[in-house]
Protein backbone atom coordinates (compact mmCIF):
# COMPACT_ATOMS: atom_id res chain seq x y z
CA UNK A 1 0.00 0.00 0.00
CA UNK A 2 1.53 3.41 -1.14
CA UNK A 3 2.07 6.02 2.07
CA UNK A 4 2.95 9.26 2.74
CA UNK A 5 4.32 10.87 5.57
CA UNK A 6 4.54 14.28 5.94
CA UNK A 7 6.56 16.40 9.11
CA UNK A 8 6.62 18.39 10.33
CA UNK A 9 2.40 18.52 10.94
CA UNK A 10 2.51 22.56 11.57
CA UNK A 11 5.58 24.53 11.53
CA UNK A 12 5.89 28.55 12.85
CA UNK A 13 8.68 30.55 11.36
CA UNK A 14 10.06 34.24 11.52
CA UNK A 15 9.67 36.06 8.12
CA UNK A 16 12.81 35.34 6.55
CA UNK A 17 13.83 32.67 8.55
CA UNK A 18 14.89 29.46 6.19
CA UNK A 19 13.55 25.81 6.64
CA UNK A 20 12.37 23.01 4.94
CA UNK A 21 9.08 20.93 4.74
CA UNK A 22 9.69 16.55 4.51
CA UNK A 23 7.54 13.98 2.58
CA UNK A 24 8.62 10.75 3.01
CA UNK A 25 7.03 8.12 0.57
CA UNK A 26 6.85 4.19 -0.07
CA UNK A 27 5.53 3.56 -3.59
CA UNK A 28 5.89 0.44 -5.46
CA UNK A 29 7.06 2.48 -8.56
CA UNK A 30 7.08 6.57 -8.63
CA UNK A 31 5.26 7.70 -11.69
CA UNK A 32 5.20 11.16 -9.96
CA UNK A 33 5.16 13.67 -6.68
CA UNK A 34 3.36 16.65 -6.61
CA UNK A 35 3.99 19.33 -4.36
CA UNK A 36 0.98 21.68 -3.79
CA UNK A 37 -0.03 24.61 -2.01
CA UNK A 38 -3.44 24.69 0.35
CA UNK A 39 -5.09 27.79 1.80
CA UNK A 40 -7.99 27.32 3.97
CA UNK A 41 -11.60 26.51 2.34
CA UNK A 42 -9.16 26.18 -1.06
CA UNK A 43 -8.66 23.89 -3.43
CA UNK A 44 -5.01 23.17 -3.96
CA UNK A 45 -2.43 25.11 -6.12
CA UNK A 46 -0.10 22.97 -7.83
CA UNK A 47 3.56 24.06 -7.10
CA UNK A 48 5.99 21.17 -8.57
CA UNK A 49 5.94 17.37 -10.27
CA UNK A 50 9.40 15.80 -9.56
CA UNK A 51 9.72 12.38 -11.04
CA UNK A 52 13.13 10.66 -10.61
CA UNK A 53 15.94 10.63 -7.79
CA UNK A 54 18.16 14.03 -7.94
CA UNK A 55 15.71 15.99 -9.56
CA UNK A 56 15.13 19.42 -7.95
CA UNK A 57 12.63 22.65 -9.53
CA UNK A 58 12.29 25.57 -8.36
CA UNK A 59 9.85 28.39 -8.15
CA UNK A 60 10.50 31.80 -6.27
CA UNK A 61 11.65 31.35 -2.23
CA UNK A 62 10.47 27.32 -3.03
CA UNK A 63 12.91 24.41 -4.40
CA UNK A 64 11.95 20.81 -4.03
CA UNK A 65 13.96 17.88 -4.40
CA UNK A 66 13.39 14.29 -4.26
CA UNK A 67 15.65 11.07 -3.35
CA UNK A 68 14.47 7.61 -3.90
CA UNK A 69 12.33 7.72 -0.11
CA UNK A 70 11.86 11.67 0.87
CA UNK A 71 11.28 14.57 -1.01
CA UNK A 72 12.08 18.18 0.51
CA UNK A 73 9.89 21.10 0.40
CA UNK A 74 12.88 23.78 0.75
CA UNK A 75 12.00 27.64 1.49
CA UNK A 76 14.12 30.47 1.45
CA UNK A 77 13.42 33.37 3.09
CA UNK A 78 9.67 33.23 3.56
CA UNK A 79 6.95 35.91 3.68
CA UNK A 80 3.67 35.88 5.46
CA UNK A 81 2.20 35.27 2.08
CA UNK A 82 3.58 32.19 2.26
CA UNK A 83 1.64 30.75 4.96
CA UNK A 84 -0.21 27.57 3.94
CA UNK A 85 -0.81 24.41 4.24
CA UNK A 86 1.72 22.48 2.23
CA UNK A 87 0.57 18.74 0.48
CA UNK A 88 2.36 16.35 -1.11
CA UNK A 89 0.91 12.96 -3.15
CA UNK A 90 2.63 9.93 -5.19
CA UNK A 91 1.18 8.51 -7.48
CA UNK A 92 2.43 5.18 -8.68
CA UNK A 93 3.40 3.55 -12.34
CA UNK A 94 0.80 1.07 -12.23
CA UNK A 95 -2.56 3.17 -11.08
CA UNK A 96 -4.23 6.45 -11.66
CA UNK A 97 -4.75 7.38 -8.18
CA UNK A 98 -2.47 9.33 -6.41
CA UNK A 99 -1.82 9.27 -2.52
CA UNK A 100 -1.45 12.53 -0.40
CA UNK A 101 -0.65 13.55 2.56
CA UNK A 102 -1.99 14.95 6.09
CA UNK A 103 -0.19 18.38 4.98
CA UNK A 104 2.08 20.60 7.12
CA UNK A 105 0.43 23.88 7.98
CA UNK A 106 2.85 26.79 7.59
CA UNK A 107 2.83 29.96 9.46
CA UNK A 108 5.07 32.71 8.92
CA UNK A 109 5.58 35.55 11.03
CA UNK A 110 6.07 39.38 10.00
CA UNK B 1 -6.50 30.69 -19.48
CA UNK B 2 -9.90 29.33 -17.66
CA UNK B 3 -8.90 27.45 -14.87
CA UNK B 4 -11.15 24.63 -13.20
CA UNK B 5 -14.28 25.66 -12.25
CA UNK B 6 -16.38 23.85 -9.85
CA UNK B 7 -20.45 24.66 -8.59
CA UNK B 8 -21.76 25.43 -6.27
CA UNK B 9 -19.58 26.66 -3.84
CA UNK B 10 -21.34 25.68 -0.95
CA UNK B 11 -24.08 23.07 0.06
CA UNK B 12 -26.12 22.16 2.69
CA UNK B 13 -28.44 18.96 3.04
CA UNK B 14 -30.34 16.56 5.08
CA UNK B 15 -29.27 12.96 5.82
CA UNK B 16 -30.79 10.62 2.60
CA UNK B 17 -30.96 13.03 0.50
CA UNK B 18 -29.04 13.27 -3.00
CA UNK B 19 -26.51 16.12 -4.69
CA UNK B 20 -25.31 16.96 -7.50
CA UNK B 21 -21.60 18.64 -7.24
CA UNK B 22 -20.55 19.73 -11.49
CA UNK B 23 -16.51 20.58 -12.29
CA UNK B 24 -15.72 21.89 -15.47
CA UNK B 25 -11.46 21.15 -16.55
CA UNK B 26 -9.22 23.77 -17.37
CA UNK B 27 -8.65 24.31 -21.09
CA UNK B 28 -7.46 21.84 -23.19
CA UNK B 29 -8.00 19.40 -20.22
CA UNK B 30 -9.83 15.82 -20.97
CA UNK B 31 -9.26 13.92 -18.08
CA UNK B 32 -11.14 14.58 -14.47
CA UNK B 33 -11.03 13.08 -10.97
CA UNK B 34 -13.19 14.04 -7.53
CA UNK B 35 -11.75 14.06 -4.46
CA UNK B 36 -13.13 13.88 -1.10
CA UNK B 37 -11.08 15.93 1.45
CA UNK B 38 -12.44 16.14 5.10
CA UNK B 39 -11.00 18.74 7.53
CA UNK B 40 -7.09 18.71 8.55
CA UNK B 41 -6.88 15.38 6.03
CA UNK B 42 -5.26 15.06 2.78
CA UNK B 43 -7.89 14.74 -0.19
CA UNK B 44 -8.78 11.07 -1.23
CA UNK B 45 -9.30 9.94 -4.61
CA UNK B 46 -13.12 9.21 -5.83
CA UNK B 47 -13.06 8.39 -8.93
CA UNK B 48 -11.41 9.64 -12.27
CA UNK B 49 -13.15 9.76 -16.15
CA UNK B 50 -11.37 9.67 -18.81
CA UNK B 51 -13.36 9.24 -21.90
CA UNK B 52 -16.44 9.88 -20.42
CA UNK B 53 -16.08 6.63 -18.53
CA UNK B 54 -14.89 5.84 -15.13
CA UNK B 55 -11.36 4.94 -15.69
CA UNK B 56 -10.72 4.02 -12.05
CA UNK B 57 -11.89 4.27 -8.61
CA UNK B 58 -10.67 4.51 -4.80
CA UNK B 59 -12.21 3.35 -1.81
CA UNK B 60 -16.02 5.02 -2.13
CA UNK B 61 -19.13 2.91 -1.51
CA UNK B 62 -21.85 2.64 -4.85
CA UNK B 63 -23.30 5.80 -3.16
CA UNK B 64 -21.03 7.81 -4.74
CA UNK B 65 -21.00 8.02 -8.80
CA UNK B 66 -20.28 10.36 -11.73
CA UNK B 67 -20.55 11.30 -15.23
CA UNK B 68 -18.41 12.56 -18.01
CA UNK B 69 -20.03 14.30 -20.96
CA UNK B 70 -18.57 15.21 -24.36
CA UNK B 71 -17.39 18.85 -23.72
CA UNK B 72 -14.89 17.09 -20.28
CA UNK B 73 -17.34 18.49 -17.86
CA UNK B 74 -18.13 16.08 -14.82
CA UNK B 75 -21.05 15.94 -12.46
CA UNK B 76 -20.25 14.03 -8.69
CA UNK B 77 -23.61 12.36 -7.44
CA UNK B 78 -23.92 11.14 -3.91
CA UNK B 79 -27.13 9.30 -2.80
CA UNK B 80 -28.23 8.86 0.66
CA UNK B 81 -26.64 11.43 2.12
CA UNK B 82 -24.64 10.66 5.41
CA UNK B 83 -23.26 13.10 8.12
CA UNK B 84 -19.84 11.78 7.08
CA UNK B 85 -20.21 12.78 3.37
CA UNK B 86 -19.70 16.40 5.41
CA UNK B 87 -15.82 17.53 3.30
CA UNK B 88 -14.87 20.15 0.67
CA UNK B 89 -15.18 17.81 -2.83
CA UNK B 90 -12.66 18.74 -4.83
CA UNK B 91 -12.61 18.20 -8.85
CA UNK B 92 -9.02 18.01 -10.40
CA UNK B 93 -8.44 17.97 -14.47
CA UNK B 94 -5.43 16.81 -16.36
CA UNK B 95 -4.31 16.06 -19.83
CA UNK B 96 -5.59 12.57 -19.80
CA UNK B 97 -3.82 9.48 -22.33
CA UNK B 98 -2.37 6.48 -21.20
CA UNK B 99 -0.60 8.51 -18.53
CA UNK B 100 -2.09 11.27 -17.10
CA UNK B 101 0.38 14.00 -15.42
CA UNK B 102 0.20 17.19 -13.27
CA UNK B 103 -3.51 17.51 -11.66
CA UNK B 104 -4.80 20.69 -11.43
CA UNK B 105 -7.82 21.36 -8.53
CA UNK B 106 -10.79 23.63 -8.84
CA UNK B 107 -11.88 25.59 -5.61
CA UNK B 108 -13.77 22.89 -4.30
CA UNK B 109 -17.87 22.44 -3.07
CA UNK B 110 -18.23 22.55 0.44
CA UNK B 111 -20.60 20.13 1.74
CA UNK B 112 -22.74 20.07 4.89
CA UNK B 113 -24.85 17.41 5.60
CA UNK B 114 -27.16 17.90 8.94
Known amino acids: EDQVTQSPEALRLQEGESSSLNCSYTVSGLRGLFWYRQDPGKGPEFLFT???AGEEKEKERLKATLTKKESFLHITAPKPEDSATYLC???????????FGRGTSLIVHP | DAGVTQSPTHLIKTRGQQVTLRCSPKSGHDTVSWYQQALGQGPQFIFQ???????QRGNFPDRFSGHQFPNYSSELNVNALLLGDSALYLC?????????????FGPGTRLLVL
Open chain 2, 92 to 104: ASSLGGPNPETQY
Open chain 2, 49 to 55: YYEEEER
Open chain 1, 89 to 99: AVRPLRSYIPT
Open chain 1, 50 to 52: LYS
